[in-house]
């Protein structure tokens, strides 16, 4: 399972909007090393998740509106939308426990 690219600010809008399930966010860039360290964690917990999250991601250079309506200011920055609102974000390069327990927080049934 990979991320879906996503180029237009309406495309990730109505994504976010109709989407039942969860919606993780890679904010990314493409000379960024941390985000590039991130790509294996991220291959790993988008196929653990298959089903219940679904997984985008968002070049902040080619999608600068975007990167600005969520204030993402530093690469990569995650973002878990639930029922069409931002739920949570951590921002830097991290564990695989670190982003599957982020994950998992915003799948819980409470």
Known sequence: MSLSAISKK?????????????VFVKFFATWCGPCKMMAPVLERVSEDFDGQVKFLEVDVDNCENLSNDYFVSSVPTFIIFKNGEEFDRISGACTY???DSFIKNATAVV
């Open 10 to 22: 309406s495309e990730f809008k109505k994504i976010i909007s109709d989407c039942k399930i969860p």
């Open 97 to 99: 426990t670190r982003i």
